[in-house]
């Protein structure tokens, strides 16, 4: 695995940063909080997981299912390091790419707000920082495109503006590959900037507490939303 700075990764005035041993460990931290992948399901607005789903996994009413043997996420965690390659040569100079594997960030002023990123960086001129975020997706259905030309989809766009919650953090860089098929894939990479999207921060963040506030810390049901395909 590259190794990168990784000064970004301590405790600092707004956030904390919780290291583990393995990847198995990270997966029993990241229960206690909602993460940059649980954000869309706490709002309703996540394709695969109801909000009903995941207060069940927060209250310990069911364990999330094994998909360490499936064979697009096995493809996703292998090429993760190989697409934060790309990003640093393609922003050589720019920007400067913090990771550290294994990872949750912990947001001070909101403790229950935690994200984990696939790299912290920061800009060489500025000094800004901002999150990384690596993808790899199969958009085969013309429908799957739309929600990838010139945006992204729904719940990782979600989930970044969470990653900012937790790190107030300037920008997000979302490199994603995609797979078109066995002969052709495409990199991108989106850039979102904070100020353009101050009224959806406090959307997500209002919307993620409320949900663990008035349904996980209370052990109510919340009402089931269908989600959005």
Known sequence: MLRYKKSLYADNSVYDVHKYKNRAEWLKGRVHGIGGSDASAAINRNPWRSNLE?????????KAPDISNNERVIYGQEAEDHI???????RK???DVHYMPDVVLQN???PILLYSPDGLLQETDTG????LEVKTATPIMSLQREKWKDQIPEN???????????????FVDLIAELTYDDDYSQLRIYHIERSDVIGELEYVKN????????????DT?????????
């Open 221 to 229: 049901e919340p009402p089931l939303y269908l989600p959005v395909i």
């Open 84 to 90: 934060r390659r790309l990003y640093q040569l393609k």
């Open 156 to 170: 990782y766009f979600i989930q970044v503006l969470h990653g900012m919650n937790v790190t107030g953090f300037d």
């Open 108 to 110: 001070k002023a909101d």
């Open 93 to 95: 100079g720019r920007v």
């Open 207 to 218: 919307g993620v507490l409320d949900f663990w506030n008035k349904y996980v810390q209370t």
């Open 128 to 131: 800004r920082c901002g999150i």
């Open 54 to 62: 995941l207060w069940q996994l927060k209250t310990h009413r069911i």
